[in-house]
């Protein structure tokens, strides 16, 4: 947008009004006397003509030319200057007699075929010539009263050709002198305005010129002059203002003097300061480490007799016991788990404080992991005689990715404290799917219980550590104070959030969202229910919650189920009869004798739920009765197989481990290449058993030059290797002739959905994932098997079937012998060979550890041996030692360093330091 000057606008507003007036001025008189000059023309030929007409009545009537000749020659000469011609006609259009000669008459007279008006008349020929008609009338008649105005008879008329030349050149003048005199307004107007400009902006001018050199930090530069009115005020106004600017500079600047020496000395303090801040951050780095070392230390000499206790335990439960026996071992179990779980408690929350808690990314049964929570707590809840239950949305995938034991550790944290917090009624635990995005799913959980409830005051102070709703409750239900803390700082890693509503006395309602990933690869279990579809059952249940669950598990399962609260008195005939016994009621043995054999009368099949703390009673039942026992919950898997299990023409179908049977060999040739000696060892073994000819690689740049040598008809390739990885080795294999067809399967311990996705893209042609189970293996031979592959079969990569995996067997101890001989396909001495691989091994990871917590090595070498020794354990049974290498493995590769990860080093230390020393009374 355009600003324009006050010079520029005084100007404007100056000559503007006066051009405008005197324009409109200007324009209106001259319009006016155009008009008043012509109508004077007009009047004066009027007062000519009329008075010529009627002279002309008498000469016409006696036809006398000479007479009026005379009259109109004289009218002619005396208004010669503007009178071009007189001609008079008679009432015929004929020309009478004329006052001078004139080219053509014709212009003068009225239209012949028309009547003679009797009213005088003015028509306009061209600019400079007018014609003025009068008619000559018998006004003799008129006055004799004879005849009216309108019958007056017409004798003629008259004509008179006027000039207008002088008129036009007398209009000319007046516009000429209205544009002078507006021409002369103007310039006395400019005039007037440059005054104004000299009197007005030039001052005004000049004081911005000296504003802007004050404002540019000129302070001592004024205004001079003398100036006029307000602008003279004005002048003195800013120099005043110049003036206080000076002075206020001056101190300005003192001040800043001042301020730079204080500022200087306080520089000076400050750096003293930081010295004494960076001697105490050094202190408190040291205590943290010394806190760090100390609570490794706890954790060791505290799991140590722990550990012993829980692992005799558990050894002993496998014996043959009786119910008695095997309740006061479970209890001796778990208390010690509750004492580790107080531990592990303090641990958890260390590390969530320093951010060092890593989770893990591994595929698992999403029902069932949570399935081993409730069983887990059934019997505390059963001692209050409460109800517990588990409800998990049919849409809910079975098998996600994520960390199952985290989230164990949340739900058994609420459920606990529902559990410790309630006298009576129900803990019920549902999960529902909240959204699902690309590959993600979130889920919802909610626990709910109909305990004491929490006021709004307290539950502000839930989610802080050491701290309980009320004083009194840590005495009365026991507890740390940190399970609410724990939860909600994993539920945040899990990218969800946390919260309750709950009403005083009227129950508690805790929830919390996780985000969790689809896997690819299907981990539900392994029993075909189809055997039990449209079959009946007869549910016997008194808890409504609890029934509902149940027959709906059944009703998904294809079966006719029917809900009652206790047996009917017909003889309906039914498959199976669920009789399930409430933990709250207290029921006489004979009575529920009574109701067992009513119930054998309409079903073969009687299944019973007994409480958890009712072992007596089900070792009792099953003794003197055909029926087969459950402790409730009864979770989905154990329901199933105990039906299939129950029907006499559906064993087949029972779970059935895959060491089974064992197949005939394939006439194939594999190669199998991986760089740990453990798992290569492992996996020769099982394909051994299964094909023909084995060849075994240490690395990838080894497995391409055997693939030169010789054909293979299947290669298993390990991702993760030194100076040639899987990935490289696999394209390089492509490339030779006699290999370029030869399926390549890929075998890591990364089981994201992700990492599948981006090996295919590689060019591997299948996944596997560590550790290896028979069946999965044998599947994968069949699949790729050259002699026997389907078209359709080569497409199941694309088209999304997948091999189950692993079930990840969580648990606390620190060698586990049953999973070490089920992945050594229970072949006892291929198992004491990896265990003692590993133990071999341990040392060397010994020595790099300590290298990294002194400063001294690379981080990639510690991470490429954690990684072998991540590999080992998959083999070995470790459990314990496993899960301490993948979380290491995984914050080592996301960017953590020796000093941010000293307590999970020294865990590893103590962890491997278990195994050694439990490992030997297994070698020996």
């Keep these: 947008m355009t600003r324009y000057g006050l010079r520029a606008r005084v100007i404007t507003l100056t000559l503007a009004p006066t051009l405008i007036i005197g324009l409109l001025l200007s324009a209106f008189f001259s319009y006016n006397r155009y008009h008043d000059l012509e109508a004077q023309v007009i009047a004066s030929g009027s007062n000519i003509i009329e008075p010529l007409a009627i002279a002309s009545e008498d000469a016409l009537k006696n036809d006398s030319r000479e007479e ?81 105005a309108e019958n007056i008879p017409v004798l003629g008329y008259i004509a008179i050709e006027l000039d207008l030349s002088p008129l036009r050149l007398q209009q000319y003048k007046e516009i000429f002198l209205a544009i002078v005199v507006l021409a002369l307004g103007l310039a006395l107007s400019a005039v007037f305005a440059f005054r104004l400009m000299h009197d007005v902006t030039r001052p005004i001018t000049h004081m911005k010129n000296v504003v802007d050199r004050i404002r540019r930090g000129h302070l001592d530069v004024r205004i001079e002059g003398r100036m006029h009115g307000e602008l003279d005020d004005l002048k003195n106004g800013i120099n005043a203002m110049a003036a206080s600017l000076s002075e206020y500079h001056v101190e300005m600047q003192h001040s800043i003097d001042q301020a730079t020496s204080d500022l200087r000395e306080t520089l000076e303090q400050l750096e003293i300061q930081n010295v004494e801040l960076d001697i105490a951050k050094k202190r408190a780095q040291e205590a943290a480490r010394v806190k760090s070392e100390f609570l490794a230390n706890m954790s060791h000499e505290l799991r140590t007799p722990l550990n012993g206790v829980i692992g005799f335990t558990r050894q002993m439960l496998k ?78 995938p079975a098998g996600v990715v994520g960390d199952p034991l985290r989230i164990q550790q949340i739900l058994t944290n609420l459920v606990g404290n529902s559990i410790k917090f309630t006298e009576r009624g129900n803990i019920d635990i549902s999960v529902e799917i909240r959204s699902t995005k690309e590959e993600q799913v979130e889920l919802q959980f909610m626990v709910r219980d109909t305990g004491i409830g929490i006021s709004e005051r307290q539950q502000a102070q839930l989610f802080q550590a050491f701290s309980q709703a009320d004083a009194s409750i840590s005495r009365r239900y026991g507890g740390t104070g940190l399970g609410l803390v724990i939860t909600q700082k994993l539920v945040g890693q899990m990218g969800g959030e946390i919260s309750l509503t709950s009403r005083l ?197 080894q497995a391409v030059e055997e693939a030169q040598k010789q054909k293979f008809d299947i290669i298993l390739m390990d991702i993760q290797m030194p100076q040639m990885d899987g990935v490289t080795a696999c394209k390089n294999i492509k490339k030779i002739d006699i290999n370029s067809q030869t399926p390549v399967i890929a075998v890591t311990a990364h089981a994201m959905s992700g990492e599948r996705d981006r090996l295919l893209s590689e060019g591997m042609d299948d996944y596997l994932t560590k550790p290896i189970e028979e069946h999965v293996l044998q599947q994968v031979l069949s699949r790729w098997n050259p002699q026997s592959i389907m078209p359709e079969t080569q497409n199941s990569v694309q088209s999304g079937t997948e091999l189950p995996p692993p079930s990840e067997n969580e648990n606390h101890a620190v060698i586990d012998w049953s999973m070490a001989l089920k992945q050594a396909a229970n072949k006892d001495d291929l198992a004491r060979d990896m265990l003692k691989m590993l133990i071999e091994y341990i040392p060397e990871v010994n020595l790099v550890i300590g290298s990294a917590l002194n400063g001294e090595g690379e981080p990639e070498t510690l991470i490429h041996h954690i990684h072998k020794l991540h590999g080992s354990c998959s083999y070995s049974g470790v459990p314990r030692l496993k899960k301490v290498c993948a979380q290491l493995e995984q914050a080592l590769r996301s960017g953590k360093t020796t000093e941010d990860l000293e307590p999970e080093l020294f865990e590893l230390q103590d962890e491997m330091e278990k195994v050694i020393n439990q490992s030997h009374s297994i070698l020996s």
């Design 505 to 701: 006395h009227q129950g508690s309602t805790f929830w919390f969202t996780v985000k969790l990933q689809y896997t690819e690869i299907p981990v539900g279990s392994w029993y075909n229910s189809t055997a039990l579809k449209d079959k009946t059952a007869l549910l016997i249940e008194q808890n409504i919650q609890s029934a509902t669950i149940i027959q709906r598990t059944l009703t998904l399962a294809g079966m006719d189920v029917s809900y009652m609260g206790e047996l009917p008195n017909d003889n309906t005939h039914y498959d199976y009869i669920l009789y399930n016994l409430s933990p709250s009621a207290t029921t006489e043995i004979n009575a529920i004798s009574q109701e067992i054999e009513k119930a054998m009368t309409m079903t073969g099949t009687v299944l019973i739920g007994t409480p958890s703390t009712e072992l007596a009673l089900s070792d009792y039942l099953m003794r003197n009765y055909p029926v087969k026992c459950l402790t409730k919950p009864l979770a989905k898997r154990k329901l199933m197989q105990a039906m299939l299990d129950s029907h006499p023409h559906h064993d087949s179908v029972a779970l059935a481990a895959p060491s089974d049977f064992m197949p005939e060999k394939m006439p194939l040739h594999v190669m199998a290449v991986d760089d740990n000696p453990a798992n290569l060892k492992l996996i020769t073994a099982l394909l051994k058993e299964r094909v023909e000819e084995v060849i075994s690689c240490t690395d990838g740049k």
């Design 68 to 148: 009026v000749r005379r009259i109109i020659s004289y009218a002619h000469r005396k208004n010669s200057k503007f009178i071009r011609s007189i001609a008079v006609f008679n009432n015929r259009h004929q020309l009478f007699v004329t006052s001078n000669f004139h080219p053509n008459f014709q212009s003068l007279m009225y239209p012949k075929d028309k009547r003679i008006p009797i009213l005088s008349s003015a028509e306009m020929k061209d600019n400079n010539t007018l014609i003025l008609r009068a008619p000559i009338l018998a006004e003799s008649q008129l006055s004799d009263g004879r005849t009216n």
């Design 319 to 396: 014996t043959k016991l009786t119910n008695s026996q095997s309740d006061y071992l479970q209890t001796i179990e778990k208390s010690a788990n509750n004492l580790l779980s107080i531990i592990n408690d303090i641990l958890d929350f260390s590390k969530l404080e320093a951010g060092k808690l890593a989770l893990e990314n591994i595929p698992f049964e999403f029902q069932e992991t949570l399935e081993e929570v409730v069983d887990l707590l059934a019997t505390s809840a059963h001692e209050k005689g409460l109800e517990i239950t588990l409800k998990v949305d049919p849409k809910i």
